[in-house]
């Protein structure tokens, strides 16, 4: 960022006074930008004991299968920005969706909101921003091919507890460590 958005005048990175972060701040009208993480709505959308996936038409990670998931829009609910993304990926309509997971990916500065429910219908096909979209048994599950770490960490807790028939609510950070990548689970 280099110049205020709001007179146009050389941002300088610099602590402001009453914080303790580094930030834009304009030296001429000393407007303070906040540069703050993206939130990322996503779903688990499930039909007759298989998931629904996107094959993706869009980097990154083109050609990778996920879960339907976005950035979150300005004036939208989590669970809206979460359905939202369903319809622009796979035309796919979600019933009953319940907070699932919250996951801290600090490397890139999202935090991701994960939904369940079900699909309506049973009915997907792709959108603008897929290839393909399947619905997946989990023993069919392209593991090697998610796009995401976390994609891969929501759908391996949600098989290990549709087995039990318990659900939870999961809250964690995905960490990366040089080309890896480890879960700090809260609970």
């Not at 359905?83 to 996951?103: I, N, P, Q």
Request: one cysteine or more; hydrophobic letters at 35%.
């Amino acid at each position: 960022m280099n110049f205020c958005s709001q007179c146009g005048a050389s941002l300088t990175v610099r602590v402001p006074p009453g914080d303790n972060l580094p930030r834009h701040v304009c030296d001429s009208c000393n407007t303070v930008h906040y540069l703050n993480p993206k939130v990322v709505a996503g779903c688990i959308l499930e039909w007759q004991d298989r998931v629904l996936l996107c094959r993706r038409a869009i980097e990154p990670r083109y050609g990778l299968w996920t879960l339907p998931a976005g950035f979150m829009e300005n004036g939208e609910s989590a669970v809206a920005g979460a359905a939202r993304e369903a319809l622009e990926e796979a035309c796919a309509v979600g019933d009953d969706l319940s907070l699932y997971g919250v996951y801290s990916l600090i490397h890139v500065s999202q935090v991701y909101l994960m939904f369940r429910g079900r699909l309506k219908d049973g009915y997907a096909r792709p959108g603008e921003e897929s290839l393909e979209v399947r619905l997946y048994a989990e023993d069919e599950i392209p593991w090697d091919q998610l796009a995401f770490t976390v994609v891969h960490e929501t759908l391996r807790q949600y098989f290990a507890e549709r087995r039990t028939g318990q659900f939870h609510h999961h809250l964690g950070d995905i960490i990366r460590e040089g080309q890896q990548f480890r879960i700090h689970r809260y609970y």
